[in-house]
């Protein structure tokens, strides 16, 4: 079945680093991958999405890649910020079951 | 102004009893959702409904089961409670079906004594 696969955290940055965050998948189709946030407490929010091979999805500095070749969708972000610590989830859409399979979850930290 | 939104924020119970978490959209989206996230983050879909109609109903204990009055709630009670219940609970809603953004509410933490 269809899947998602996400490096492990956390992730531990200094302000103002490079972020990459792996995410590979496996899926029949041409399914949507997205990528969403979660803050301390709060719910997930969709950071960014891509619909089709070679789209890239990019929302506060965020980016991410739709790669069928490497059937892949890493997110990365040039300069990460204390406020980005969050969990990130990326996730694909199922159009055989019509679900969102989510990855794991990777935890950033973020440290001034 | 909230999208979706669910309540309690928090339900803290004793094992055994009977309990509900209610859901409301105000996007106008035809998809509803519940999923359960775990200590670990990692979340999973319980159940979805598609204008009250429900499509996605997991493998999950036949203590939960959910509503949908009318197509801007969906409301999930659980029977029986039990300790491995102890989770987040997330409802979610969509304009369409999964390949749609699916909007969060904020969570119901529960907690089984």
């Known amino acids: 079945g269809n899947s998602v696969t996400q490096m492990e955290g956390p992730v531990t940055l200094s302000e103002e680093a490079f972020l990459t965050i792996n995410c590979t998948y496996t899926?029949?189709?041409?399914?949507?991958l997205f990528w969403y946030v979660q803050y301390p407490g709060e719910g997930l929010q969709l950071l960014l999405k891509?619909?089709?091979?070679?789209d890239k999805g990019s929302n506060k500095g965020f980016e991410a890649t739709y790669r069928k070749e490497t059937t892949s969708f890493h997110l990365e972000k040039g300069s990460v910020q204390v406020s980005d610590s969050a969990v990130y989830f990326c996730?694909?859409?199922?159009?055989?079951?019509?679900?969102?399979?989510f990855g794991t979850g990777t935890r950033l930290q973020v440290f001034p | 102004d909230t999208a979706v939104s669910q309540t309690p924020k928090y339900l803290v119970t004793q094992m055994g009893n009977d309990k509900s978490i209610k859901c409301e959209q105000n996007?106008?989206?035809?998809?509803m959702y519940w999923y359960k996230q775990d200590s670990k983050k990692f979340l999973k879909i319980m159940f979805s409904y598609n204008n009250k109609e429900l499509i996605i109903n997991e493998t999950v204990p036949n203590r939960f089961s959910p509503k949908s009055p009318d197509k801007a709630h969906l409301n999930l009670h659980i029977n029986s409670l039990e300790l491995g219940d102890s989770a987040v609970y997330f409802c979610a809603s969509s304009r369409d079906r999964a390949n749609q953004p699916q909007h969060f509410g904020d969570g119901t933490r529960l907690s089984i004594l």
């Open positions: 891509a619909t089709k091979a070679d």
């Open positions: 996007l106008g989206h035809d998809t």
């Open positions: 899926a029949t189709g041409y399914p949507s």
């Open positions: 996730a694909l859409s199922d159009q055989n079951t019509d679900k969102l399979i």
